[in-house]
């Protein structure tokens, strides 16, 4: 389908003033959408790993390993977003094999999955005389992706936020930064030539001072030194930002990043807002 697609951009879409800067258009006189570029490849993005591998791993825990729900149940059971199921939702929030937290089992899902999703994309030929290269990011989808999801196995409700890029799921990272990119780093970020991001939050006073900067340093090392391809970091104290919430007017110019970019955070939806105030509260207990 996004290959039929591809093959009318020329039509849909022609970009004169794009075309202007690619060198290569300008000299065929042709435009970037109709084959104008060098290079004219396609990104498809694969969204939300934490989620996925999170719900995998409770539908292993409820359907196969407890026996608990068959699976027709347990459909059931999201359909109705976890209502009169609360204490399931709550085993399933806190159960240990989440994404993000160096668990063998969990890790060994995410690497699976990105495997596959990466030879499924990698090299196919699209509509405009390219090939698909796979990334492994979803930027601020996940908040759109979210509100359009039901219910999911690993406890998330109706609406919520999926997981964002290479992040665990929002307050499940519970063995820190360490862990995290011990589990981030198993997958082969090689696979993945349009880009893999991971999200972190770091309280202010775990880099402070010398040793704080030099620890700080050999974070961002290690993760590039595994093999990781993109950081994006936030430093901040939850107890800011919910000062921030509460009184935007005097919060004007405090910034957060985002995906790629800073954004005020006043400016920010409630429920980025909160996202970040949960991560927030993770970074100052690790």
Known sequence: FIVKIERHY????????????????????TDVFEGGAKYNNSSLYFYSIASLVDSLCAVKYFVFDKKKFSLEKFSEILK??????????????HL????GNGNEHADALATEFSKFCAELVNNRQNGRGGVFKAALFTIDFCFFAGKRTMATPDGRLAGDPLSKNLCASVGMDRGGITSL???????????????????????????????????FYGILATYFKKGGFALHGNIFDAEVLKKAQAEPE????????????????VNLSKIEQDCFIEQANGAKLK
């Open 10 to 29: 020329k039509s849909i879409s022609p970009d004169p003033i794009l075309s202007a800067q690619y060198d290569h258009s300008i000299e065929i006189g």
């Open 80 to 93: 109705a977003n976890w209502q009169g199921h609360e204490k399931e939702r709550q085993i399933a929030l």
């Open 96 to 99: 240990p094999e989440k994404y």
């Open 181 to 215: 990119i011990n589990s981030v780093a198993k997958i082969d970020h090689a696979a993945f030539p349009t880009g893999s991001v991971l999200d972190f939050v770091i309280h202010p006073t775990a880099i402070s001072g010398e040793d704080g900067l030099d620890a």
């Open 250 to 265: 005097k919060y004007k110019n405090l910034q957060v990043r985002v995906c790629g970019w800073n954004a005020y955070f």
